[in-house]
């Protein structure tokens, strides 16, 4: 029984280890803070080798850097505040999934799945508590599963469309066009979901609101990297001023360059997650067959209280290592 409790410790001992190795490293907001620094630093450097007059250069760097820093850290200071506010309501993960329906009806919805799932445990003669398992999965399982694979999917899709929106702004910009009838291009040619997307931006702008806010509500309903980076060139050009086609322009190259270098991730990593899924399904493998086999023989592990430690203990240490191997191949780009 002693071996077993240290057996045991060991383990919630690496696991601590794995939590602390896989949640501990430098999160994304402090590699940003570092990539504005030194974009400022840059914009400050070229600013200062610009110019016949290199003091009156010095100055207009000085100036625009100046400006720079203060659109970028209110930018930053308005994504804290967005990220302070209480987690996502229903009604938002409806709307950035793109359902129609409202959540009076979502709720209807999981509770009709929980009474389907129920009647299919009673009536196959299943245990109580594999019956409730499957109240919870119909009620509270598969419709979550549901709205979050249609939120993936139409993030996706946007994602793919985003580049060539933001290329028609270059265009209408570079040929004379003012940003707004760009934007109302948008809104009316490209496909779904990034005309719906810019066709609420367009009328937000209709109806008074600013480019700011706007943007904002934008974020909110697409919360992606790429919109708030869309956001952030459009406000520092408002602030300070700049050749708004070749910002963009360069934002558009850099999605793209995004966009590759995460296929390219997705094809070099495809061999490693399907050796990992097999892995992974080996000991469930491996337990069905020696059930088969010899049913009595992994008895002890579910009808003694050693066994059922030896299960929790198993269990811990797989379910810490799928969650460290999921961070591991979670990749920013």
Not at 20 to 36: G, S
Not at 257 to 267: F, H, P, Q, V
Request: hydrophobic share 45%; charged share 20%; proline share 4%.
């Amino acid at each position: 029984m002693s071996l077993q409790l240290i057996i045991i410790a060991g383990l919630g001992l690496l696991c601590l280890g794995a939590f602390a190795f896989a949640f501990l490293a430098p999160t994304e907001q402090d590699k940003a803070r570092k990539r504005l620094a030194s974009s400022i630093d840059t914009g400050g450097k070229r600013g200062r080798r610009a110019g016949n007059n290199p003091s009156s250069g010095a100055a207009d760097s000085k100036d625009r850097r100046r400006k720079l820093t203060e659109a970028l850290s209110k930018i930053e200071d308005k994504n804290k505040t967005l990220k302070k506010k209480k987690r996502i309501t229903l009604q938002q993960r409806l709307e950035q999934a793109g359902l129609s329906f409202s959540p009076r009806q979502f709720y209807i919805g999981s509770a009709i799945c929980a009474v389907a799932l129920t009647a299919l445990g009673l009536v196959t003669g299943q245990k109580l508590w594999v019956t409730g398992l499957l109240c919870l999965v119909g009620g509270l399982g598969l419709p979550n599963w549901f709205v979050n694979m249609a939120r993936a999917r139409r993030q996706k899709k946007f994602v793919d469309e985003f580049s060539n929106a933001i290329d028609v702004i270059v265009r209408g910009v570079k040929s004379g066009l003012p940003v707004n009838e760009c934007l109302k291009i948008i809104a009316k040619e490209s496909p779904k979901p990034v005309c719906e997307e810019f066709h609420q931006l367009v009328e937000g702008i209709r109806v008074g609101l600013s480019l700011e806010q706007v943007l904002v509500r934008m974020h909110e309903r697409m919360p992606l990297q790429e919109v708030n980076f869309f956001g952030i060139v459009l406000m520092i050009q408002q602030k300070t001023g700049g050749n708004l086609a070749e910002a963009l322009g360069n934002l558009a190259a850099v999605l793209r360059g995004r966009k590759l270098m995460e296929g390219k991730i997705k094809a070099l990593s495809s061999e490693a997650k399907a050796s990992s899924m097999i892995i992974g399904a080996l000991p469930f493998l491996v337990m069905g067959a020696v059930k088969v086999a010899s049913p009595d023989y992994l008895d002890p592990l579910f009808t003694t209280k050693p066994g059922n430690l030896i299960l929790i203990g198993a269990g811990i240490w797989m379910g810490t290592g799928i969650m460290v191997m999921k961070q591991m191949i979670k990749i920013k780009v």
